[in-house]
């Protein structure tokens, strides 16, 4: 621990003798300072020794030195040496009233006690703590280094805990909560989350100090990781702010954990090219080739139904990686319950193999609704137009239907990004109606083509005959059924048939005319 007034008190050569304050000596001293100005507190910084011998003070005036002490103590002063036998033969009991008033130590120097001696025992000290904080921060760091490597982060996570008195966790690349040490601060580390994904949005490295859970502690967050975007974080909680010694832990624990999640992600590159090559075996049909080379690592998708993911971003938005996020939201849902899952970048693309109903999959549908209704608040406010990322889902399939699954992923895509959605699943489409499919620039331009004779004839007051086509048409060509609809004689709408014939030159009878027809009069209706 670094010097205090009390250790210099009972240091025997310099036979120093308290006055005042003596129920505060157990202050640290940060330095030994000499200063015979009147009013030295301007060049304080707090945590000084002052040493003085009175030559331009008033020592004898009471009110002079209550307010010179007061001062003292404001400026952060936590001592006053005062030399006796040079300009006063004892310390007036002007000064010492006042030191004791404020509670300000008042140390008494002999005369044959120089004040080079007490700086020099100062700095002495200041150097032993710092030699002994250096010694613990070295030893400490070999104790992390082997509980990193014959126990993982567990083991250094319960060494830091111990090394600084207090608990650590490790967070992964989402923000949820991977280890914690000792146990009993999972539930700390847990209400820690949301400063952990404020941290994770600035560029590591990247460090803060919040106040912990209900302030029960201070708790220092760093991310970990050499790129753009943290791979993990670290959170340490403690009383106090750490000393030397422990802020020598805290530093060798965030640069082991860093290089530990630097060699993951060398090694899930190499998942990937392997997940990469799987994938290829399942589309190419080949699912025997596929389970070997996935072995122990994908092999339990193989032994399930898993459904296929597809994720474009048509345009990167102003910030953020998108695919990326979505591949560590998945990733880390996976890891958390045990599961298998190949996520595999394809350029501008992102695909995913999950279990059916896995934590993976349900990972993916909570990120999408997310942006979906971040997306819904945007439009609201008008801050719409940005081309940001979709994602289509397969229905559950078995590694034959692999290239199936691709296909129908594909679709689900481009649904998504003909409505607008983040998100589409492939069963929703046959669930839902096939109108929603039409909104299409080119499939409005082929309805107004189609449909335009008929409506140039009715807005010359001529008939009604586009009216009377969508009658007919829902009335699958029953004249009595759909005439009694448009309040006509069946003459009437059979004449008015005759006339659609007449001016589109297409038969009624071709049962493909019927159907791009009755198609055109849905899409022009959604216009409206």
Known sequence: MPPTLASLVHHSALKLTV???????????????????????????????????????????P????????????????????AVGVNYEDIPEALVDAAAGEGLPL????????FLAISKAVSAAIAADQYRAVTAGFAAQRELTRQALTNGP??????????????????????????????????????????????????APASSVVGGPDNEDRVELH???????????????????????????????????????????????AEQRLGAAVLRMLLAGEPDHARAVAGDLYGSLMDAPFRMVVAE??????????????????????????????????????????????????????????????????????AGGEDELVVGVSAPVGPVGAAAAYKQAEQALSVARRRGRVCVEHEQLAAGSVVPLLADDAVRAFADGLLRALHDHDATGRGDLV???????????QWDAAAADLGVHRHTLRYRMRRVEEILGRSLDDPDVRMELWLALKTTSTQQ
């Open 313 to 382: 971003v048509g345009r990167a938005p102003a910030e953020g990686d998108l695919l990326g996020a979505l591949a560590e939201v998945v990733e880390s849902a996976a890891a958390r319950a045990g599961e298998a899952v190949l996520v595999v970048p394809e350029g501008e693309r992102l695909v995913v193999l999950a279990v059916d109903g896995g934590a993976a999959i349900g990972a993916c549908g909570e990120y999408t609704a997310g942006l979906e209704a971040g997306r819904a608040v945007g439009e609201q406010g008008g």
């Open 19 to 61: 006055r005042a304050g003596e129920d505060r000596l157990d202050v640290p001293v940060r330095w030994a300072h000499v200063s015979e100005l009147a009013d030295p507190v301007p060049y304080m910084e707090g945590g000084e020794l002052l040493l003085i011998t009175a030559l331009k003070l008033d020592a004898e005036d």
């Open 223 to 269: 991310s970990l990781g050499t790129g753009r975007r943290p791979r993990a974080a670290l959170a340490v909680g403690t009383a106090a702010a750490p000393g030397t010694a422990e802020r020598y832990a805290v530093h060798s624990a965030i640069a082991l954990l860093t290089l530990t999640t630097e060699r993951s992600g060398s090694l899930r590159a």
């Open 467 to 477: 009216a009377s086509l969508r009658a007919w048409l829902s009335r699958h060509g």
């Open 154 to 203: 567990e083991g250094l996570l319960s060494a830091l805990a111990s090394q600084v008195d207090g608990w650590a966790a490790l967070y992964d690349a989402s923000g949820a909560v991977v280890a914690t040490a000792p146990e009993w601060a999972g539930r700390r580390a847990a209400r820690l989350t949301a400063d952990v994904e404020r941290l994770r949005e600035r560029p």
């Open 107 to 114: 140390l008494e120097v002999p005369r044959r006690t120089p």
């Open 63 to 82: 009110q002079a030195m209550r307010r010179y002490v007061k001062r003292l103590v404001g400026a952060g002063v936590v001592g006053l040496g005062f």
